[in-house]
């Protein structure tokens, strides 16, 4: 039994922040930030719109891709920094909002690798004969936890949420492999230090904006590739396939030099990695589903093809799924 991703959906909010938009609020230009990082716009979500928004308009778009309804889900996963809320999960409204009452619902938290690890529980689950179709979300407001005084981070999020449908299938296509990492040696890279137990919200936290993401820019970039090449080794290892077996590439978008980087070291040409975040920044957990509905939904993606989705994060944490389509 494999698991096989039937239907994908994706949504962004219609505002669109532009880095010309920034140069009006911050010490910064478009070309220093096309130069260092690739992004042009990205989209910000509306004071009225939570995650739990852009996660259901993905949904019910993934949704009717499948051409399944929600009382059809037995398992709905949101991968998440960005939660409406510290409880109850973000899942469970999605849940609710979907009326999927026969769906178990949780959100999991490992930053931008987040739809990946999603990803690997939704087929472990389907594996193991616990579920049979499960939904997969990739959703953040990345807006609410930047620094907007700081432009070496405010610069590279936005906003969107990408959403799979996974269901159990005995043919070839599905989830080939996947792999997942973490080290918490590297936890200081990227992180928000305040809010939770450690450091709870104060007047102080929100005077010094503990509450927004910090980043070790450099030392992101070094492990962000390394690790990402690696990780994608593995998992072609594990398949017994090389990467001239792969058709198209998903990873993480983070930053465009990482992109090539990743490329190079992989050696592949850039036309077979998807690139939008020119368009939409790195959009953490939202990242690799929003390109993979795109690619989907443009013909990038045929019956057959194997797809290697590649994701990088706070925690730190990696991974890599190939996906027969």
């Given at each position: 039994?494999?698991?096989?991703?039937?239907?994908?959906?994706?949504?962004?909010?219609?505002?669109?922040?532009?880095?010309?938009?920034?140069?009006?609020?911050?010490?910064?230009?478009?070309?220093?930030?096309?130069?260092?990082t690739?992004?042009?716009?990205?989209?910000?979500?509306?004071?009225?719109?939570?995650?739990?928004?852009?996660?259901?308009?993905?949904?019910?778009?993934?949704?009717s891709?499948?051409?399944?309804?929600?009382?059809?889900?037995?398992?709905?996963?949101?991968?998440?920094?960005?939660?409406?809320?510290?409880?109850?999960?973000?899942a469970?409204?999605?849940?609710?909002?979907?009326?999927?009452?026969?769906?178990?619902?949780?959100?999991?938290?490992?930053?931008?690798?987040?739809?990946?690890?999603?990803?690997?529980?939704?087929?472990?689950?389907?594996?193991?004969?616990?579920?049979?179709?499960?939904?997969?979300?990739?959703?953040?407001?990345?807006?609410?936890?930047?620094?907007?005084?700081?432009?070496?981070?405010?610069?590279?999020?936005?906003?969107?949420?990408?959403?799979v449908?996974?269901?159990?299938?005995?043919?070839?296509?599905?989830?080939?492999?996947?792999?997942?990492?973490?080290?918490?040696?590297?936890?200081?890279?990227?992180?928000?230090?305040?809010?939770?137990?450690?450091?709870?919200?104060?007047?102080?936290?929100?005077?010094?904006?503990?509450?927004?993401?910090?980043?070790?820019?450099?030392e992101?970039?070094?492990?962000?590739?390394?690790?990402?090449?690696?990780?994608?080794?593995?998992?072609?290892?594990?398949?017994?396939?090389?990467?001239?077996?792969?058709?198209?590439?998903?990873?993480?978008?983070?930053?465009?030099?990482?992109?090539?980087?990743?490329?190079?070291?992989?050696?592949?040409?850039?036309?077979?990695?998807?690139?939008?975040?020119?368009?939409?920044?790195?959009?953490?957990?939202?990242?690799v589903?929003?390109?993979?509905?795109?690619?989907?939904?443009?013909?990038?993606?045929?019956?057959?093809?194997?797809?290697?989705?590649?994701?990088?994060?706070?925690?730190?944490?990696?991974?890599?799924?190939?996906?027969?389509?």
């Amino acid at each position: 039994m494999r698991a096989k991703i039937v239907g994908t959906g994706a949504y962004v909010p219609l505002k669109i922040l532009t880095n010309l938009d920034l140069e009006r609020q911050i010490e910064t230009t478009d070309r220093w930030i096309v130069e260092r990082t690739g992004i042009r716009e990205r989209r910000i979500a509306h004071s009225d719109e939570a995650t739990s928004d852009l996660a259901v308009h993905a949904a019910e778009a993934a949704l009717s891709m499948a051409g399944i309804g929600a009382d059809a889900l037995d398992l709905i996963i949101v991968a998440t920094c960005t939660p409406d809320m510290p409880f109850p999960s973000t899942a469970c409204i999605v849940q609710d909002r979907l009326k999927a009452a026969g769906a178990a619902a949780f959100d999991l938290s490992a930053a931008c690798s987040g739809f990946i690890y999603a990803l690997t529980v939704a087929e472990q689950s389907i594996r193991s004969g616990a579920y049979r179709t499960v939904l997969v979300i990739g959703a953040e407001v990345m807006s609410r936890i930047v620094n907007w005084a700081d432009r070496n981070t405010c610069i590279l999020f936005g906003d969107g949420a990408g959403a799979v449908v996974v269901r159990a299938s005995s043919g070839r296509a599905g989830i080939l492999a996947s792999r997942l990492h973490s080290d918490g040696a590297f936890c200081d890279l990227i992180r928000v230090p305040g809010g939770g137990s450690a450091l709870p919200i104060s007047e102080q936290v929100l005077a010094d904006r503990l509450n927004t993401i910090q980043m070790k820019g450099n030392e992101t970039f070094k492990v962000a590739v390394r690790t990402m090449v690696e990780v994608a080794q593995e998992s072609l290892d594990a398949c017994g396939l090389k990467i001239s077996d792969i058709a198209y590439v998903i990873p993480h978008q983070a930053n465009l030099r990482i992109l090539r980087a990743i490329a190079e070291r992989l050696e592949i040409s850039m036309e077979k990695m998807a690139v939008n975040l020119d368009r939409f920044g790195n959009m953490s957990a939202a990242s690799v589903p929003v390109a993979l509905d795109e690619a989907v939904r443009m013909g990038r993606i045929g019956r057959g093809d194997r797809v290697l989705l590649l994701a990088f994060g706070s925690g730190l944490t990696w991974g890599a799924s190939i996906v027969q389509w």
